[in-house]
């Protein structure tokens, strides 16, 4: 288990923040045995396939150098000329070759991790100059991994290689009795094949390191539960954090109380400014509850989402009014508002059951306490 300077064992996996701020570093996870494998078995299949236009091309550059005049002997500037477009020819012979090996260089350490440039992994680290950390490091897990490692990938490759040369080995052999051009051409593909064969086999050491080291990455990154506490203090203190947490619970107030308004008996209105959603059941409720209310646009989504449920919506302006200045979301109406609820109640319930009723919204008693002016 990791621990911390302070011997904190670090159970607690990275936080977003942790890992952003690694990024930044350069520190992310990266496997080099990946992609030496991606390099080397590009390399290999590259020369399998293009290595004979090259040999051919370079065969006929030494031709060009060894085939000198009189005039490149004695005279400076046709021989530095000759020279330069050798060193031309031969430039751009390899040139595709260096362009894939920069290509997949740059893939192969992206796959893992992804592309990342960090102008402070550039930075001098003096604490790298310590002796003893330095000690330190060449005796450490890591260490011992990359030491395991290393054998490993030596014995396979031994293995692979001498295998390879048991089954060509009379194709060796053979190539003593073949002429000068062709003994060098299948040399050459001998060579090649055996480079590919050679290559593939570092297959096995990347998909064992890889997995070893996303976890090693994870591993150094986790933190410990006291860090994990001052880094959620010190988000809850940066102001938008905090305005981004009261926004979305808001946001989440403001949706489960619009689901309850299909749920309520009555919409008092306005009409268009305001809308309190209210719900009474005689046999569970001592008092009228208020589900939802809202000014403006809230006020238009309540009305809204009641006529699509069937709700009834009463227009009660200065009952309205004191209902959404002076009462509280799933809290009983105050007590002051009874007399004007339950008349709005007991015409909305003789409606429901087809009784006649009666209603005048502008004689309903609000409180002067209670009462709030348009």
């Known amino acids: 288990m990791a621990e911390n300077a302070d011997g904190q064992e670090k159970t607690e996996e990275p936080s977003e923040k942790k890992l952003r701020e690694a990024r930044e570093k350069g520190d992310i996870a990266r496997s080099r045995e990946l992609t030496t494998f991606l390099m080397v ?102 260490a011992l991994m990359e030491l395991l490692k290393a054998l490993a990938k030596f014995s396979l490759v031994l293995l692979v290689a001498v295998t390879f040369i048991y089954f060509v080995f009379g194709e060796l052999l053979s190539l003593g009795l073949e002429a000068e051009k062709q003994a060098l051409a299948h040399a050459a593909k001998i060579i090649i094949e055996a480079f590919i064969v050679v290559s593939l086999a570092l297959i096995v050491v990347a998909i064992i390191d890889v997995p070893f080291q996303l976890w090693q990455h994870q591993n150094k990154l986790k933190m410990t539960k006291q860090e994990v506490k001052e880094e959620f203090k010190q988000q809850e203190g940066n102001p938008e954090v905090k305005a981004r947490i009261r926004a979305i619970q808001r946001e989440m107030s403001q949706k489960r109380m619009m689901q309850k308004v299909p749920e309520a008996d009555v919409i008092v209105t306005n009409p268009t400014h305001f809308a309190v959603a209210l719900s009474y059941k005689p046999n569970k409720m001592s008092a009228p509850i208020v589900l939802a209310m809202g000014a403006d646009f809230q006020a238009l989504q309540i009305r809204t989402l009641a006529n699509e449920n069937d709700v009834a919506i009463i227009e009660a302006p200065a009952l309205a009014r004191a209902l959404y200045y002076n009462a509280e979301i799933d809290q009983p109406i105050p007590d002051g508002l009874f007399r004007a609820v339950a008349a709005v109640l007991a015409y909305v319930f003789s409606l429901r059951d087809g009784r006649n009723a009666s209603f005048d919204p502008e004689n309903l008693f609000i409180p002067p306490d209670l009462k709030q002016e348009p």
């Open 41 to 142: 078995i590009s390399a290999a299949l590259f020369l399998y396939f293009f290595g004979p236009g090259m040999m051919a091309s370079f065969e006929q550059i030494m031709v060009s150098a060894m085939s000198l005049d009189r005039d490149h002997i004695y005279d400076l500037k046709k021989a530095v000329d000759l020279i330069m477009g050798m060193a031309a020819a031969a430039l751009l012979m390899i040139l595709p070759f260096l362009i894939v090996m920069l290509a997949v260089a740059v893939i192969g350490s992206s796959l893992l991790g992804g592309f990342n440039f960090s102008v402070k992994a550039l930075a001098p680290k003096f604490e790298k100059l310590n002796p003893l950390k330095g000690i330190k490091r060449m005796v450490s897990m890591q």
